[in-house]
């Protein structure tokens, strides 16, 4: 094993991009996969790549019919939950992350 040195990374977010079986609530069916690529899209136009990481995770345990699973990790922070994110809160999670 080897410790890496994660200095650099400032905020860390995972966004749920999971799929379940079709009969089941998921991520993946809510836009998970686009809320993602929405976040890496803005961290990339930001420049802020090098210390705001954009991660996808399997399920965080909150599926729904409504919208993904976000969670931010910050520095010295409570990390900060969400769930039922849509493409319409792009704008208020980005701002959670960057504030
Ligand atoms: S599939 Fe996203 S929280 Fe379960």
């Known amino acids: 094993m080897i410790e890496l040195d994660g200095t650099g990374c400032k905020v860390a977010v995972f966004v749920c991009t999971n799929e379940r079986s079709p009969d089941k609530s998921c991520c ?3 836009g998970g996969m ?3 690529q929405a976040l890496k899209q803005k961290v990339k136009e930001s420049q802020l790549q090098h210390s705001h990481w ?3 995770s399997g399920c965080l345990g909150f599926c729904n019919d409504k919208g993904t699973a976000v969670v ?3 520095s010295n922070h409570t990390p900060k939950w969400f769930n039922e994110v849509t493409s319409q809160q792009t704008e208020e999670i980005w701002k959670e992350i960057i504030s």
């Open 28 to 30: 993946k069916k809510v």
């Open 34 to 36: 686009e809320f993602y």
């Open 54 to 56: 954009i991660s996808r």
């Open 72 to 74: 931010i990790f910050k």
